[in-house]
């Protein structure tokens, strides 16, 4: 089972500063497999970038993803006031499928 | 727009049985992998497993033997039957379509809350 590490575990931020999320796996990870979801308190998560890097339908450029192997990062460039909320990395190997433990991205 | 709906009890008793189902709307069951996974309160997600339209199904290690999936293409529903609980098993239980084309999860189901208690 691939094990994806979430650093750090809580990022305190203020609106319009940049939010660089990172994910790391235990064992290379197939780009196309590599996911990240935005959670808000209550609600399902949501798909933000799939395969590494491109983006979901309707999600706003200020959302990057890159990486490769084992290392995975989520950008966001510029916070707005919606930004703020939990993010997990997700991996499909032929086997399992795992998600990290999960950034909270909360307001200073 | 494709929607997923789950059902089922929110209150199940230690070692009895928890049975959910998830209605989708808006598109067929067929051609698609369709998974479970939850959340515990306060903590991150846990894949479970997925079945096929066609009733293949893979389950999380951890939780082979307690889990099993059904499908159901008549209704549009697909189930998951977890036995044995504990509380351990307390979480917001999700539906969710796996898009084969993008490796990733679209579509979501609002959750539900199962609570493992006597």
């Known amino acids: 089972e691939i094990v994806l590490t979430q650093s750090p575990g809580a990022l305190s931020l203020s609106p319009g500063e940049r939010a660089t999320l990172s994910c790391r796996a235990s064992?290379?990870?197939?780009?196309?497999?590599l996911t990240w979801y935005q959670q808000k308190p209550g609600q399902a998560p949501r798909l933000l970038i799939y395969?590494?890097?491109s983006r979901a339908t309707g999600i706003p450029d200020r959302f990057s993803g890159s990486g490769s192997g084992t290392e995975f990062t989520l950008t966001i460039s510029r916070l707005e006031p919606e930004d703020f909320a939990v993010y997990y990395c997700?991996?499909?190997?032929?086997?399992?499928?795992?998600f990290g433990g999960g950034t909270k991205v909360e307001i200073k | 727009q494709v929607q997923l709906q789950e059902s089922g009890p929110g209150l199940v008793k230690p070692s009895e049985t928890l049975s959910l189902t998830c209605t989708v709307s808006?598109?067929?069951?067929?051609?698609?992998?369709w998974n479970w996974i939850r959340q515990p309160p306060g903590m991150g997600l846990e894949w479970i497993g997925y079945?096929?339209?066609?009733?293949?199904?893979k389950i999380n290690p951890p939780l082979r033997g307690r889990a099993t999936m059904l499908v159901d293409t008549s209704k549009n529903q697909f189930s998951l039957i977890l036995n044995s609980v504990t509380a351990a098993d307390t979480a917001t239980y999700y539906c969710?379509?796996?898009?084969?084309?993008?490796?990733?999860?679209?579509?979501w189901g609002q959750g539900t809350v199962v609570t493992v208690s006597s």
């Open positions: 969710a379509r796996w898009e084969s084309s993008d490796k990733c999860y679209k579509y």
């Open positions: 808006g598109d067929s069951i067929n051609n698609y992998y």
């Open positions: 079945i096929s339209w066609s009733g293949n199904t």
């Open positions: 064992q290379s990870v197939n780009s196309n497999y």
């Open positions: 395969g590494t890097s």
């Open positions: 997700q991996q499909y190997d032929s086997s399992v499928l795992t």
